[in-house]
């Protein structure tokens, strides 16, 4: 049935509200008494349930066999033994595999942290329980045709709503210090604002405790992606400025709930990549009048002023908090040494990091060539504003998976920017992973399904030496993702042949010596998160692409630890300053 036959059922007769309800606001309410020119100045205002935004929106979910919270499971001692490349077993006698040598002029600093990354929607599963309200990823995975490339949706995940204790427990038993998770907003305040969840709260608490009875350092992303379907259905999401204030409400009851036990906090992930899904696929949601390519940057302008105002507050909450965004990219290299390469290089970090790094950490403004284009639109910052951006990143929070070949579009940098068809447009440059030579590519492919990944880790010491001479963070640089989608992983039917993961396992101790020669030659890099905790919803490739670095049977909810476990917390036993 279409949302629009929905609606008109819906004004047609009264809504139930239940306890927890919400108010569609409206600027006009149709009446037959009025005439109107368009059918776009009829609106209403109804009241619904976080039960009506599931009928209406979503419809029925999935859910697991294990629906209560549960105690860890022993985790067995024969999958803690690291597989035959890092370890010599007694017998049989004979293994040919020369020990790694370690270079002892290489560490990482007494207090570095290392461990792993998951995200609510991605992992939670149990979207309906305990008073979740829905995101707008329950819609673009449940209704949204082809959005999901596998029809998957994060119904279930891994299930860590119920087996969060179990998933703590290995992270601790791999001898990893520390698990990034992040909240689930629309479980915390089902309509994204008013109402709190006390259930949410409940849960959340214990997943931080959980990390601290292990002695696993809790780190918190308030925003990965699932944003509450109430505010984009209400006020268009991140395309309004009323998030500001929606945002920070949300910000202040996290904050004063756990400020004393989480130290690390991130506001939004991967600011890039989410304002990059506006504008959202059309006649599932509130439509908007922005036009298309202006929606990112919109998005980006709320996000800055939302999460600024969420840094003041937690700032004053406990200073000693250490907050920042996760961004995400990769080193852009000139693909040949003209200058029109150069130049596109240029344009390449104002419109990625530059957009949201140099507002917080240079000057509270945007880059040059990204100005050049947004300020055809958007309201320059007021000085006011620009003292607020400016220095609201603790640490240089980074998803740094890979790196690109940077060149001027075919038709010139000029051409392209005279003209808003041209698919570059506005950016302008042109990317590859491809060596000028046409002939090899940067580093070994991931798997197909994420075309936009090859192992690039030759070029992550110059990435950390220009990330720290161009933003200068004075808390450091952190690896806050990282990791590859084993080829051909999904493909794999046999548990022995899924476990070995050569190409991940090669890809984590490349980045972690790459990363060792940077700290070497004195680029402050504070921390690391691979991602993934395990393999989980990877958005609109489903679950076809694997990240994990734990296999997790879907039929079953058990976890395995993948070869690559090892080799990352490996590097971390060998490298560490004692
Ligand atoms: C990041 C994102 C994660 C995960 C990962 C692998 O951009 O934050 O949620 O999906 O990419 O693609």
């Known amino acids: 049935m279409s949302l629009s036959i929905l609606f008109a059922l819906l004004f047609a007769v009264s809504p139930v509200v239940v306890s927890q309800h919400a108010s569609v606001p409206s600027s006009t309410v149709a009446s037959t008494s009025q005439t109107s020119s368009g059918a776009s100045s009829f609106t209403t205002s109804v009241e619904l349930s976080v039960e009506d935004l599931w009928d209406l ?236 390519k202006q929606q990112p940057y919109v998005c980006g302008h709320n996000v800055l002023l939302s999460h600024a105002s969420a840094y003041h507050l937690a700032k004053s909450i406990n200073s000693s908090l250490s907050v920042s965004f996760k961004t995400n990219g990769g080193f852009k290299i000139p693909r040949t040494d003209s200058q029109a390469d150069a130049e596109a290089v240029q344009r390449a970090w104002d419109f990625n990091e530059g957009w949201f790094a140099n507002p917080t950490f240079i000057n509270g403004d945007y880059p040059t060539h990204l100005k050049d284009y947004v300020s055809g639109f958007l309201p320059a910052f007021t000085d006011k504003q620009k003292a607020q951006i400016n220095g609201t990143c603790d640490i240089f929070a980074h998803d740094a998976y890979t790196s690109d070949f940077i060149m001027a579009p075919d038709a010139g940098i000029d051409a392209c920017i005279a003209n808003t068809t041209n698919p570059l447009y506005p950016g302008c440059y042109n990317t590859t992973k491809v060596y000028a030579n046409g002939y090899w590519t940067i580093g070994a492919a991931g798997d197909p399904g994420t075309p936009w990944l090859n192992q690039a880790t030759d070029w992550v010491p110059s990435f950390l030496h220009y990330m720290q001479d161009t933003w200068k963070p004075r808390g450091g640089i952190a690896i806050t993702e990282f990791g590859i989608s084993e080829p051909y992983e999904e493909l794999r039917t046999n548990l022995a042949s899924i476990l070995i993961d050569p190409i991940r396992s090669n890809y984590y101790k490349s980045y972690l010596e790459a990363i060792l020669i940077a700290i070497g030659e004195g680029v402050n890099v504070v921390g690391t998160l691979a991602w993934s905790i395990y393999d989980n919803l990877e958005w609109s490739q489903g679950y076809s692409v694997k990240f994990g670095i734990q296999y997790v049977n879907l039929t079953t909810q058990e976890r395995y630890f993948k070869a690559s476990a090892f080799e990352y917390a490996n590097m971390f036993n060998v490298y560490l300053e004692k």
């Open 57 to 292: 929106y979503v419809g029925p979910v999935s859910t697991f066999s294990i629906n209560t919270t549960v105690e860890p499971t022993p985790i067995p001692s024969s999958s803690l033994v690291p597989p035959p490349a890092l370890y010599y077993p007694p017998f049989p006698k004979g293994q040919q595999v020369p020990l790694q040598p370690k270079n002892e002029s290489w560490k990482f600093p007494k207090g570095f942290w290392y461990g792993v990354a998951g995200a609510a929607y991605q992992i939670e599963g149990a979207v309906k329980a305990e008073g979740r309200g829905p995101s707008i990823w329950d819609v673009l995975t449940h209704r949204v045709v082809n959005y999901v490339s596998t029809n998957d949706t994060g119904d279930i995940a891994d299930n860590n709503y119920y087996q969060y204790k179990e998933d703590i427990a290995r992270i601790a038993a791999l001898g990893l210090k520390t698990y990034s998770f992040s909240l689930s907003w629309s479980r915390i305040l089902p309509f994204g604002s008013g109402s709190i969840n006390e259930q949410a709260l409940l849960h959340y608490d214990d997943v931080i405790d959980t990390c601290l009875q292990y002695g696993i350092i809790p780190q918190v992303t308030l925003f990965h992606w699932d944003l509450p379907l109430f505010l984009q259905n209400t006020y268009n999401g991140w395309l309004s400025d009323k998030i500001i204030s929606d945002f920070t409400d949300y910000a202040r009851i996290v904050f004063n709930r756990w400020h004393s036990k989480v130290h690390y906090w991130f506001t939004v992930n991967e600011p890039i990549v989410f304002c990059g899904f506006y504008p959202l696929p059309a006649n599932y949601f509130k439509n908007t009048t922005i036009p298309p």
